[in-house]
């Protein structure tokens, strides 16, 4: 069983359409959690990190993490085709330099 | 603002060849750097990282090699290359821990 799970998708919707991304992991011992965008053939974009359980906001972008279901969601609220891209959870237990990855949602947003 | 450079774009290389790819950070001091290898359809594996020049951790056994000989500049090597190490190759930063890493624009390896 991997450490971090992602649905690899492809997940399609409508443009406009609330996407909601989702990550599973299986150690306790994460508490930060990073949300990259990654456009075909281009190195991944920070879009945002959590810090233990919560939400976080950034324009259309929300993180939620929910430590005690091993859970972690990125909300995009109404997508666009320029959010069409592969997107990848990230985790670190705050004990190293190491970030484990999910293998990667890719998003198509049609117009 | 904080830059990072990596070269070349894309390569094809022969069996048995050797490698150097080269990553280079402009706009920060001491950053953390990391080689990154991505497979077709396949999430992020952590080849090396580095808090310092001459400073070089292995996650993973391989024919692959790193070396950091100036603050800022980050190589990965190889002395023969496998079809195996086919692959996104991905240089990455960071100042203020592991968690906040960004991404440079890759190069993708082709071994023939």
């Known amino acids: 069983q991997k450490e971090v799970e992602q649905d690899p998708g492809p997940l399609s919707v409508p443009e406009g359409a609330i996407v909601s991304l989702n990550c599973t992991y299986s150690?306790?011992?994460?508490?930060?959690f990073m949300w990259y965008r990654q456009y075909s053939r281009k190195g991944p974009e920070l879009l945002m990190y959590?810090?233990?359980?919560g939400n976080k906001e950034d324009g259309r972008f929300t993180a939620q993490v929910d430590k005690s279901s091993k859970y972690i969601s990125l909300f995009i609220r109404d997508s666009q085709p320029s959010d069409s891209a592969t997107y990848l959870c990230?985790?670190?237990?705050?004990?190293?330099?190491?970030?484990?990855f999910g293998g990667g949602t890719r998003l198509m947003v049609k117009p | 603002s904080q830059t990072i450079h990596q070269w070349p774009a894309t390569l094809v290389q022969p069996v048995g060849s050797p490698l150097s790819l080269e990553c280079t950070v402009e706009?920060?001091?001491?950053?953390?750097l990391y080689w990154y290898r991505q497979a077709a359809g396949r999430g992020l594996q952590l080849l090396f990282y580095?808090?310092?020049?001459?400073?070089i951790s292995s996650e993973v056994p391989q024919n692959l090699s790193a070396s950091r000989p100036q603050d800022r500049q980050f190589i990965l090597s190889s002395k023969k290359l496998l079809l195996s190490d086919s692959g996104f190759y991905l240089c990455?930063?960071?100042?203020?821990?592991?968690?906040?890493?960004?991404f440079g624009p890759g190069t993708r390896l082709t071994v023939t």
């Open positions: 990455a930063w960071s100042v203020s821990g592991p968690y906040e890493q960004y």
């Open positions: 150690n306790s011992a994460f508490q930060y």
């Open positions: 959590t810090y233990s359980s």
């Open positions: 990230a985790m670190n237990n705050n004990a190293g330099n190491m970030l484990t």
């Open positions: 706009g920060t001091s001491n950053p953390n």
């Open positions: 580095s808090v310092g020049i001459g400073q």
